[in-house]
């Protein structure tokens, strides 16, 4: 479209002026940004256009992604590199006077999603659409996205998030695709010429209108959509209900996206939601298949549906509804078509995470959906007799509906052809622990596809300097094609590219520094090691370990002379789900111990704590880049994967970390000698919680240093009210210790010890640096969707 920077100036001036009736130098930064982005979206139309028509008329498979989140952050700067005009935008703008940064930081982060399971979504369309896959994803557009997070007093408050308050330029509302959906109400079943038929009835209606944005491909001419469904109220409502109210109770579907709240289950809303999402995106996607082949007998090989963790699962028993009562198919052809289209990814094993909805709640909201799983149930139950007659204890445990709830992962296991977990000890507990009477059962089912991460965002654009680097040693091959990263290993004993890679490092610590100097005014040491943890908090990841570590050396350093460390600054980044009590104290517990490190004389010289408030997409590209050691101490077994040590090993961080999810496959990637592991294996834990045989109280008793510390909670350390963190003390001693926190802490230690042996090695340091980042090909998206493409999905490129 343009082809030099004045070309580029030129189109940029004259759309400025026609948009905002503004000279340039009356704009904002927003008019900016919004002026970028509409000229993006021109340059991106007829080859998105293309993209859907090619979709439409070739017989090439589809895959659509259901997921209730999808954490894209900020969009304009990937965009901009995907479609390979980054450097001209950024030198027209310069010589306007303007840095495309400070462009970029207008828009608002899409925060449509918690955390790990949101973010491997938006990172499975990147690698999606730059694998010119005919792949799209089907979402819910939220209004507020996860909430703001600001620390007050030490404590985190929630505020909305507002990412539409300034619209959004990447999407284009398509009302006439709105489809109706249907909630409570009953079915009324009759006979009509020979048939039973199934009538909804004195249903509430609601209209679900999607929003398209574009999902562009890197460098090549694939632009696929991300379709994300808004509740409205429907039109064809009777005007003699209460419009007010309806109109409110409609549009509350697609207001809130939940913070990922295991304990606080249950919500009808929620479940409101999860069906929202799915009938919407089913009848669109039915209705135009139909619409193209006429039928929709062949519908599963045309048409791959996968469905992210439990949360779109209702798809199944749609699935069935549109086929029997709107195809008129019988039971037997449309379970074969939903069975063959239908694929599943488990993301966790902790046992309250796993969905359970109470009959009683299901019912009345979907009557049909309802007694189609009912159906399910029994025809599945019937099948387990079959293989197992008269266990009936087998066949309780596996059973879609029993003791009154309706479990979602058994009826995925049942309704999909695939079920995979996300690393490969994640599949293994899956295989032989969480789901071993289903694997049993039909073990060709089951497989692994270890998550990955979009390294165009996550290096390429998080990291230029670093990339820049890369690029001047071994060309750009690596960002259409990760394993070619490889090709760093033979600059591991290059003294110029160390020094290379030491001054790009050097340079993100600067970055990262100024910013945590404008967040919170703390002056950091840019020579000290970032040790960085960030990511949802959670008992199972552990943040508390760090903390009683981090007291612990502060500690020695108080009261022991002889003791020195090299400088450290310790940051942290965690947003705590708004009812999870426990996580939040630990936040509290982090932000007393930085107040109290910050702020002590002899101490702070030596080491920082950093607590980065509302941590998100936007703000860990600032952070990644900067890190010099990457916390991954999940208790083990916990973690599915973890897609964070992947974004750090990729930046060149060190990993500590447990043997736990993807981290063991960061160490078979980079060898023993370049990552710094310790504690409890996966096998060690489960046996403990099998046998009963841990004793939290025997490490309290034994070890005085930990002991100290853990008596710092409760003895005025911290100048806190009283009481203030005795859920912690309590989590430990009363109720011991479900984490392995006392068990695992000498061996943390003693591990953070040769992480600082390591670091004082400059050189051999920067060698193990460039290992991780060399082996951190396997760790693109683009392998992992590979490998979906062609095991589970069967699709092949546009
Ligand atoms: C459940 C009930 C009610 C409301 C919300 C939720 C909810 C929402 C989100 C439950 C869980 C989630 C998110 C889970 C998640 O992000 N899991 C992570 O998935 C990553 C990608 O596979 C893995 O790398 C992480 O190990 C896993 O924790």
Known sequence: MFSSKEEFQRHFLKRL??????????????????????????????????????????SNKQVYYFSIEFLLGRMLGQNLINLDIRE????????LGIQLHEIEEAESDAGLGNGGLGRLAACFLDSLASLNLPGHGCGIRYKHGLFDQKIVDGYQVEYPDQWLRHGNVWEVRKPDQAVEVAFWGYIDVHEEAGRTVFKHVNHEHIMAVPYDMPVIGFRNKTVNTLRLWSAEPSPAISPSADLIKYKRDTEAVSEYLYPDDSHDEGKILRLKQQYFLVSASLQNIVSSHRNNKGNVCDFHEHAAIHVNDTHPVLAIPEMMRILIDQEGMGWDEAWHITTRTFSYTNHTTLSEALEKWPVYLFKPLLPRIYMIIEEINRRFCEALWNEYPG?????????????????????????????????????????????????????????????????????LKANPELSALITEANGDGWVKDAEKLSELRRYVHDPSFKEKLSEVKQKRKKILAERIYQQTGLAIDETSIFDVQVKRLHAYKRQLLNVLHIMYLANRLKEDSNFSIYPRTFIFGAKASPSYYYAKKIIKLINSLADKVNNDHKLSKMMKVVFMENYRVSLAEDIFPAADVSEQISTASKEASGTGNMKFMMNGALTIGTLDGANIEILDAVGENNIFTFGLSAGE??????????????????????????????????????????????????????????????????????????????????????????NSGVFSSDRTIKEYADDIWRIHPI
């Open 17 to 58: 002026e026609m948009m905002y009736g503004k000279t340039f130098r009356e704009s904002t930064r927003r008019d900016q940004y919004n002026t970028l982005g509409l000229m993006v979206r021109e340059y991106i139309s007829s080859n998105w256009i293309r993209t859907n028509e090619s979709n439409r008329t070739a």
């Open 88 to 95: 001209i935008v950024q030198e027209g703008l310069a010589e």
């Open 391 to 459: 266990d009936w204890g087998r066949i309780e445990q596996m059973a879609i509906i029993a003791h009154g709830v309706v479990k979602m992962a058994h009826l995925a296991i049942a309704g999909c052809h695939s079920i995979n977990g996300v690393a490969k000890i994640h599949s293994e507990i899956l295989k032989h622990r969480e789901m071993k009477l289903f694997y049993e059962f039909e073990p060709e089912k089951f497989n692994n596809k270890t998550n990955g991460i979009t390294h165009r965002r996550w290096l």
């Open 685 to 774: 834990v489960l046996n403990y919680y099998e046998s009963g045989g841990y004793r939290a109280a025997e490490y309290y008793h034994h070890d005085s240093r930990l002991r100290q510390v853990i008596d710092q909670l409760m003895n005025g350390y911290f100048h806190e009210t009283e009481g203030e963190f005795g859920p912690i003390f309590d989590s430990l001693l009363a109720h011991n210790d479900e984490y392995f926190v006392l068990r695992d802490f000498s061996s943390y230690a003693e591990a953070h010890e040769r992480v600082e042996a390591a670091y004082i090695e400059k050189d051999s340091w920067l060698e193990k640096s460039i290992i991780n980042i060399a």
